[in-house]
């Protein structure tokens, strides 16, 4: 796990991070409106980055820059493709895939909404056991896992203690 987790409440858009963790699907195409909203905000130039020739395998993670929000990189997970659904499966490899793509370019604070959540089918808590769990071990790594409502947080956390 790593050395720094912490939960928020707050927009993704505007966390101050190294890299934003988005769920997408095999087109980088948003999977949940809170990401449609960070697309938004992302602006014209984070839509052109987005841009895929060839849709992605579900488990991938590929790194964008991050046009107008506040982290300078995105790393988009793929949670689903044409021929597979998006499960706790793919999450988890899209985690891993994303962790390894973090490393590989020194992004060390990474915010992320649950993953899963919605697309993957997994709870609150699964969700952010995943994070915790597939999150590389290490001084330095800072995971922010945001979330948008109070009651949120407080389900996020015990999460957290729980694993402890």
């Known amino acids: 796990m790593p050395t720094d987790i912490r ?3 707050d ?3 505007f966390v101050e991070a190294d890299a934003v963790l988005r769920p997408a699907d095999a087109s980088l195409q948003a ?14 130039r984070f839509a052109g980055l987005r841009r895929v020739g060839m ?11 991050g046009g107008e929000l506040a982290a300078p990189y ?6 689903q493709d044409p021929q597979t659904p998006a ?5 988890r490899r899209a985690l891993v895939s994303a962790w390894q793509r973090a490393a590989e370019w020194g992004l060390a604070r990474v915010a992320a909404p649950p993953v899963g959540v919605g697309p993957g089918q997994l709870s609150l808590e699964e969700a952010v056991h995943l994070l915790a769990r597939t999150a590389p071990p290490g001084d330095g790594m800072a995971l922010t896992i945001v979330v948008e409502k109070e009651h949120e947080r407080e389900t996020a956390e015990a999460a957290l203690r729980s694993r402890q």
């Open 55 to 65: 849709p992605l395998d579900a488990g991938a993670a590929v790194v964008t820059g």
């Open 87 to 91: 499960s706790r499966d793919t999450v």
């Open 7 to 9: 939960v928020v409440v």
């Open 74 to 79: 995105v790393l988009h997970l793929v949670l």
């Open 11 to 13: 927009d993704l858009a």
């Open 31 to 44: 999977l949940t409106p809170a990401m449609r909203r960070l697309d938004e905000q992302g602006g014209e």
